[in-house]
């Protein structure tokens, strides 16, 4: 049991993402330039989307706000610089939810509107995988 939330930022253009750490100062979970990720299975001359990611830990909690609160204390002060580089370099937020549980023990997943001011303010999705231990 468990929860976690990866925030990604998509490319679908060869913006160097690498960049994103020295402008945010937060050292990504993961990231890859759109040449270095793995060929389209539907385009097989085309590379998927770049990608800058950032991870939570995984909570082993049912409720979901100690995972927001955590993510969003290491976006403080970051939003503004998110939505420029994404606005400059057509880049998309994704808030990718993902509570893993058993079938008792079953993960509340509601949002605060302070999380949705920033889903909304960064043009987000929100995408939940659920994974049944």
Excluded: Q
Aim: aromatic letters at 12%; charged letters at 30%.
């Amino acid at each position: 049991m468990g929860i976690y939330i990866e925030m990604n930022i998509f490319f679908d253009n060869n913006f160097d993402v690498y960049k994103i750490e020295r402008i945010l100062n937060i050292k990504p979970s993961d990231c890859k330039r759109k040449n270095e990720t793995r060929m389209s299975p539907f385009n097989k001359n085309e590379h998927l989307e770049g990608y800058w990611s950032l991870v939570t830990d995984t909570f082993e909690e049912l409720d979901i706000k100690p995972v927001i609160d955590d993510l969003l204390r290491k976006l403080e002060g970051k939003l503004e610089i998110i939505k420029e580089i994404c606005k400059e370099n057509n880049g998309e937020v994704c808030f990718e939810i993902v509570p893993i549980f058993e079938k008792d023990n079953l993960p509340a997943i509601y949002f605060e509107k302070r999380f949705l001011n920033i889903v909304n303010y960064l043009d987000a999705v929100i995408d939940i995988d659920m994974y049944l231990n």
